[in-house]
């Protein structure tokens, strides 16, 4: 087999003639097939999800985030197309893999998304092409995982083709950065490898970060996100310290945050979510048995946000009986089930395990979320539930009104008018003046 070169992969990578395929449109995928559109690469956008392709090559978005105009906009310029069929991947020259990696029901890796990716790449993978993967997970996936499901064709990684890890650093919602604006860590089997990733990357964000190997690369993104596990799972115990000792949390952390150096503010909640913070970190816990290195504070942190949402359920049925009424027969107004303000999306939002807490006690649960009209099955849950609309008359019909996502696009004064009893997991009825309700901390 011929020695594939590099250079020319550069060159072309340097040229914009390289065409960059990406496999996976959602949340980490779209953002970057738009950059690579913007920068004048030929892009092909790859997705199972019909839906998906459809909506990007009539430049329509489906994610909140990402304006329509974006989309329209790579339409327009015609350098970029989403397809189904991945018998193109081998026009792509470029290849970067976007593609979900959860946990199992036994909260293991699932690393099916990644393993039946790499097995479709491998299919038509030819000399000289360059494979990224940037879904996160566990320290070691590209070279154990990935590399010998491509090695199966025939082709050998580093000679015949290049494989580097690159995590995403999404932070959706958040209008200071963008995937443009925020560096990117590069890892590279080989040095042509890492090259190669300098190249491509540096062609569209701000900055570029080399680590020695895909593994620290995959490292490092475990490192940021069990940092945010960790640090927020010490504010949720100190709320709960803080809230039986008569000392507001919140308070606490503005106070603390005027410190300016060594401390970096964290805020509590009902529980974790999103796609990464509550997932990841077990990435890590798993592959360390392998070391028989138990993950002691990962697991604690897991365990004391996992309870988050028994606790804010208890602090409910204590304003509840305050009321002289029980949880079993009250009805529930439930505020976001998005996992974070402002954001469109509600994977692993402990809004869900709210929802099932509240009917296992027997509460009768309404939500109102701006941005989820309805609530789409989960792998774990299938409600059939509809966003009631936030009124006088809707906020009047509840026992109690959960805050549970504080969207900046809810009226919080109508809330503390017209809502009997506050729960406020989020600090969010400061923002609504006084109220007549009883607040409560949760
Ligand atoms: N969402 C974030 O903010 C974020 C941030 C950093 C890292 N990540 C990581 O990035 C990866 C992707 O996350 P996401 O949020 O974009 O997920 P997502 O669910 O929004 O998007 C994944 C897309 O991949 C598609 N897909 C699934 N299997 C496929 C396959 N075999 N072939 C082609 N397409 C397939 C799905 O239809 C979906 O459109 C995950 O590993 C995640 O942990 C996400």
Not at 56 to 70: L, Q, S
Not at 258 to 278: E, R, T
Not at 423 to 440: F, S
Request: glycine share 8%; charged share 25%; proline share 7%.
């Amino acid at each position: 087999m011929a020695k594939a070169s590099a250079q020319d992969l550069l060159a072309r990578i340097q040229n914009r003639k390289a065409t960059v395929g990406i496999i996976g449109l959602g949340y980490v995928g779209l953002p970057l097939a738009i950059e690579f559109a913007k920068a004048g690469f030929p892009v092909l956008g790859f997705d199972l999800d019909e839906a998906k392709v459809k909506k990007v090559n009539a430049g329509k978005g489906y994610i909140k985030h990402i304006p329509d105009e974006a989309v329209r906009e790579i339409s327009r310029r015609k350098n970029c197309r989403a397809t189904s069929d991945f018998r193109e991947l081998s026009k792509a020259d470029c290849v970067i893999i976007c593609v979900p990696t959860p946990l199992t029901k036994q909260r293991e890796p699932d690393m099916s998304y990644i393993v039946s990716t790499a097995t479709t790449i491998a299919r038509t993978i030819r000399p000289g092409q360059f494979i990224v993967l940037e879904s996160t997970t566990y320290p070691g996936t590209t070279r154990e995982v990935v590399q010998p499901a491509l090695e199966a064709s025939g082709l050998k990684a580093g000679r015949d083709f290049f494989l580097a890890f690159s995590p995403e650093r999404e932070d959706p919602g958040n209008p200071k950065f963008s995937t443009r604006t925020i560096p990117k860590v590069v890892g590279g089997l080989t040095p042509s490898c890492l090259s190669l990733a300098e190249a491509l990357y540096g062609a569209v964000v701000v900055k570029t970060i080399s680590v020695s190997s895909p593994d620290a690369a995959e490292a490092t993104k475990l490192l940021e996100n069990i940092f945010r596990c960790i640090n927020i799972a010490l504010v949720n115990e100190l709320k709960q310290v803080f809230e039986r000792m008569g000392i507001d949390v919140w308070e606490v952390i503005e106070a603390a945050k005027s410190k300016p150096f060594g401390f970096m503010p964290f805020y509590p909640g009902p529980g974790l979510g999103g796609h990464c913070i509550p997932i990841d970190p077990f990435y890590l816990t798993w592959k360390a048995r392998e070391y028989e290195i138990p993950t002691r504070f990962i697991e604690l942190a897991g365990e004391i946000n996992t309870a988050m949402p028994d606790y804010v359920i208890g602090r409910l049925v204590h304003a509840l009986n305050g009321a002289k009424k029980s949880l079993n027969g009250s009805k529930i107004l439930l505020l976001g089930v998005a996992y974070k303000k402002n954001v469109d999306d509600m994977r692993e939002s402990p809004s869900l395990r709210l929802i099932e807490l509240l009917r296992e006690h027997g509460a009768s649960v309404e939500y109102h979320d701006p941005f989820i009209p309805s609530l789409p099955p989960t792998r774990k849950y299938a409600y059939r539930m509809t966003s009631r609309p936030l009124t006088t008359a809707t906020l009047k019909a509840a026992d109690a009104v959960l805050i549970a996502t504080d969207h900046t696009d809810v009226d919080y004064g109508l809330v503390g008018r017209a809502a009997k009893i506050v729960i406020d997991t989020r600090n969010a009825m400061p923002r609504g003046g006084r109220a007549k309700a009883k607040i409560v901390r949760a």
